[in-house]
């Protein structure tokens, strides 16, 4: 599939909350890639607010393209420096979601993460 850009269009934004504690993960580090292929492309690494979101949307503008990406979450170094004693090794540590994006529209991928469990979901 070619991709496509368009500079007012699609926006790539994240939030991360913390479903054992309620509150949003700050300071949760989120590596996110493009996929082409076999090839894994990192793009750029950035840490959750005190809100659980990015300061501004991982991809936006000229930056946006359509295609496969893969968000990467931390989850496991978050945790810890919540103070939790996780097992080793622990039974969520790294979190990754592969999707596509087909359109240049707002794609919002939330993550709700606990030491032994998360979902995600296409949020608006």
């Known amino acids: 599939m070619a991709e496509t850009s368009k500079a007012d269009g699609g926006r790539l934004t994240t939030h991360v909350l913390d ?20 090839a894994r492309t ?5 840490l959750t607010n005190a809100d659980g ?6 991809l936006a503008g000229a930056e946006f393209r ?12 978050y945790l810890r420096q919540q103070g939790l004693s996780l097992p080793k090794p622990a039974f969520l540590d790294v979190i990754p979601i592969r999707f ?4 240049p529209v707002h794609y919002h991928v939330p993550l709700l993460v606990s030491p032994y469990g998360y979902s995600t979901y296409r949020g608006s």
């Open 42 to 46: 990192h793009l750029k690494t950035v």
């Open 100 to 103: 596509g994006m087909a359109e």
């Open 19 to 38: 479903t054992a504690t309620g509150k949003p993960a700050a300071g949760l580090s989120i590596a996110l890639y493009h996929l082409e292929g076999k």
């Open 53 to 58: 979101r990015c300061d501004k949307p991982l």
């Open 66 to 77: 359509t295609g496969e990406y893969e968000l990467v979450f931390a989850a496991g170094d």
